[in-house]
């Protein structure tokens, strides 16, 4: 069930903020890929190419939920779609902003190797410095924090399926990409894997 609110002054406030989370994100990762196509550099590999049919599923499965959540939340952020009070709403524009910050940084330190999905006839070099010297999927991260800032700023029950959803897809495509790096680079990527966590810190901790 969603609660449509009127919007007051506080309202449009993190509406405001919060469409300026979107922008920011999309125009990083938009951005980011005209300006690869200007080189030549083909960024998006999701669902594409000849794949093995579970990566297919995965990557065309990741891909209808995260172009589904943006319609989500641009739908609950304009109609002010429910609220679990002020206090988390403050909390989530924080957590939105952090997302686009940690997006934004790992998109910068991937440089030219950025790629989305997995590119397997495309070749990159491994990145293991900045961000990622402490996690080895800090864009993820990134995905993660803005999903759940939104969805705490605006929390409805259709934008928690959605944000859910998106989370455990991309979570999925992690684990495909973690089985074919090591194709790629090799004992260098492994050791990689080693010594940085999935999500955050070094290996052997709760998020690696």
């Not at 300006?35 to 579970?54: P, V």
């Not at 997006?103 to 950025?114: E, N, P, Q």
């Not at 990527?189 to 010594?195: P, S």
């Amino acid at each position: 069930m969603i609660i449509i609110e009127k919007a007051g002054e506080g309202d449009l406030g993190y509406q405001i903020l919060s469409l300026l989370i979107l922008a920011a994100f999309y125009t990083i990762y938009i951005g980011k890929m005209l300006a690869q196509k200007k080189k030549g550099i083909q960024t998006d590999h999701i669902a594409k190419g000849e794949k093995k049919k579970t990566l297919m599923t995965t990557e065309a499965a990741m891909k209808v939920a995260t172009y589904g959540i943006v319609g989500a939340e641009a739908f609950s952020i304009i109609l002010n779609a429910g609220s679990l009070g002020p206090a988390v709403r403050v909390t989530g524009i924080f957590i939105g902003f952090a997302g686009v910050i940690v997006f934004g940084m790992a998109v910068y330190t991937m440089r030219d190797s950025w790629r989305a999905g997995i590119p397997e006839k495309d070749k990159t070099a491994m990145v293991t410095e900045g961000i990622y010297s402490i996690s080895r999927n800090p864009a993820f991260v990134g995905f993660y924090l803005t999903y759940i800032g939104i969805l705490l700023t605006f929390f409805n029950w259709i934008l928690l399926a959605f944000t859910i959803c998106s989370i455990v897809l991309l979570h999925l495509q992690i684990l495909k990409e973690e089985e074919y790096l090591p194709t790629v680079f090799g004992d260098d990527y492994i050791r990689y894997k080693n010594r940085v966590g999935r999500y955050i810190g070094r290996k052997g901790n709760f998020y690696g």
